[in-house]
Each structure stands twice: as C-alpha cells, then as structure tokens.
C-alpha cells in the first residue's frame, strides 16, 4: 500500500472519529437516549420465569408458553390461573409459568382440571397438552370432559409425533408421514387416518369455542395469541370448554432444520388440520360477556 493511500486512510479515520464525537455532544444523541420519547414494543412478561427451557432449538412449545403467559399477563389475572401439565415434552411447564401449576398422569389433564375448577370455580384453569396425552391414552378425558362442559381451556399442541420418546407415530401423524413407528410412512389402511380433533369435540354440545391456530410464521402468532386470549376470558360466561389447538413443529423429530419444519406446516400440516375457528360463541354469548365490561380481545 502506498503512502499516499495509507494518509487518506488516516484522513478518513479522523473525520469519521470526528463526527461520532459531533453526533454523541449534540443534542440528537440525547434525543435518540431520552426514553420519554419511546415507548417499550417488547419485553417479556412477568408471568413467565427468566430461567432456560429445556425445549429443542425452533421448537413450538417455547413460544406457545410466551403466548400463554402474555395472555394471562394483559388479562390481569396471574394470581388466579392454574395450569395443569401432564406427561409429555411440556411435563416441566411448571418450571418457567409463574403461575400456580399443576402435574397429572399421562393423559389425565382434563380429569384434573375438573377437580379443580369444580373445587375453585373462580379461577381460571387451562390445561397444556400434546398429541400423544391428550389424542391417544388421554382421548377418553378429553372427550368425557368437553361432552360435561367443563369450564376450563385445553391447549393442546399438534405436532404429529410423539417428540418426548423419539418421534414414534401419533394419533394426528399425517397420511404417508415417516415416523420411528412408520418408516415407510403412515398407512392408512394399516393404522387408520389422523385425528381431526377440533372437528371431533367441536360436536359435543359441552364444547363452547373451538379453534385451530399456528405459530410457524408472524402472522399466525397473533391469531393464536388472540384465541388464547378469548378462551381464557370465556370462561367468565360457565358457558363450557374452549379448546384452542395449536399446529406446532418438531425439527428434531421431523429431521429439519426450524425453517425447514415452519414451512412443513404451511406445505403440508394445514392440508389436513385448516387452520381458523372450527366453534364459536353465539351472539348473546358475547353480549353478555361484553355487559360485564370486558372487551373482546379480537
């Protein structure tokens, strides 16, 4: 490099070193740092522990948990939600909800929250499910629960496999989907078709507000948090069970990346599980949740 090069190196350095001292004594700098003049876009709630998950990179669970407590957050009503969390990838929830939590068998989730919405019938009870609790050892609760209307939200995670014990075929596997139980592929004719859910106990007369969300993209995200959000302010109206289903990945047990496997969702997991509102509320429903002065979310 030459010398004239290595000056205007150095000419360039001290102008540019120049005018950062310029910017940081003028009063733009104060501006930009001055906090009154913004406002806090994202932070997180205080209803979720600051502690690491044990969740698998791009997993689902992690931010449906975030959702949750959001929820319960901007309701106001962290002092008077219990969560019940069984057997499962979610079976330690109760270590990042600050929020009275409850453990239950495999596949008894909805039992217990029963009991305990019966016992405190003025608190709000949620239970946090995958696909191998409550659509396989536990899909004689749910059922008997939604057809008794009990007054409770079930969240229940979709993700087609059984992610806790290595990806073996679940009730909602898709047709022709490779497991550690299907390597060659669900065959429907051999194991039967996946279980729509949602579409199931939305014809129980117990069941008040059904939905199917996503959290794979932006968009999807609020929806969901939006369905959590109605669901736990419906049970002010006794009038049933919400049930929000969330399509959620598995990158480690699909064999993808966490992008690969949001895109799955959209290629492939909504074919079979549409996403949006299977039940909803009727009109008076919502008149009267709205004459106790709550505001519908959406």
Known sequence: MSA?????I????????EEADALTNSDAAVNICDADEYSVVYERPHTLLDVNMHYCPGCAHSLVHKLIMEAVEELGIQEDTIGVAPVGCAVFAYDYMNVDMQEAAHGRATAVATGIKRLLPDKYVFTYQGDGDLAAIGIAETIHTINRGENILIVFINNAVYGMTSGQM???TLAGMKTTTSPFGRDTSVYGYPIKVSELISQLPGSFYVTRQAVNK???VRKTKKAILNALNYQKLNKGTCFVEIIGNCPSNW??????SNDFIDEHMVKTFPLGDVKLPGAEDLK???QTGDKQPC
């Open 170 to 172: 679940a009730p909602t």
């Open 4 to 8: 004239e090069e290595l000056t205007l």
């Open 10 to 17: 150095e000419k360039t350095d001290k102008n540019i070193s």
């Open 218 to 220: 932006n968009t999807a």
């Open 288 to 290: 009267q949740l709205n």
């Open 255 to 260: 064999k993808m990346t966490p992008l690969e």
